[in-house]
């Protein structure tokens, strides 16, 4: 018999597959999908504590400018305690928060969401500066209920010409006159 005529098989070895080597990319695999779920988790429980108005200041007080003063004729005249006024977006942005103690007179700030009317301006202490109720971009209220004792509010103004510096003091100009004067502004 010739050489072509022969039948030759070829035994390839039997390899066993190491349970390393499935195991190893599954446990990466849970790993990065465990990491992942982590930080959204953690950038959802961020975001809505900074939705909320939930802060580790307490209410009235910032936490490197000192306590915002307080005004009783403005708490009893418009229901409203001023908590917080601080730039926002690269000082581009000023924001007045502040915190409802009597529902029935703050309404009349919740009442009519396309007038200014009643919406408090911004003076800038030691200057001829101020922000006035129409650079009002936005009014809205952290968290549920309208209106409701204790609930938070921000009205964020347009900051055009850099009128509001941080570390400056700014007065809270009601539209009846009533002003809440040395407001420290935080950044």
């Known amino acids: 018999m010739s050489e072509f005529g022969k039948i030759t098989t070829l035994r390839r070895p039997v390899t066993r597959i190491r349970p390393g080597r499935v195991l190893e990319p599954i446990a990466v695999l849970l790993g990065c999908a465990l990491l992942v779920i982590g930080l959204r988790a953690g950038l959802a429980a961020a975001s809505s504590a900074i939705q909320s108005g939930r802060s580790t200041t307490p209410a009235g007080q910032h936490s490197t400018l000192g306590p915002v003063p307080i005004n009783p004729q403005i708490e009893q005249q418009w229901g409203i305690r001023v908590t917080l006024v601080q730039l926002l977006a690269d000082n581009g942005l ?44 936005y009014h809205f209220q952290h968290g549920v209920g309208q209106g409701v004792e204790g609930n938070t509010y921000s009205i964020i103004y347009g900051n055009a010409g850099s009128a509001v510096h941080v570390g400056s003091k700014v007065s809270i100009v009601m539209p009846d006159g009533l002003e809440l004067q040395h407001v420290p502004v935080g950044g």
């Open 94 to 137: 000023v924001e007045l928060r502040y915190m409802v103690v009597d529902p029935a007179k703050a309404a009349r700030l919740h009442a009519d969401t396309t007038s200014l009317t009643n919406i408090p301006w911004i003076k800038v202490e030691g200057s001829d500066l101020s922000i006035r109720s129409r650079s009002v971009m």
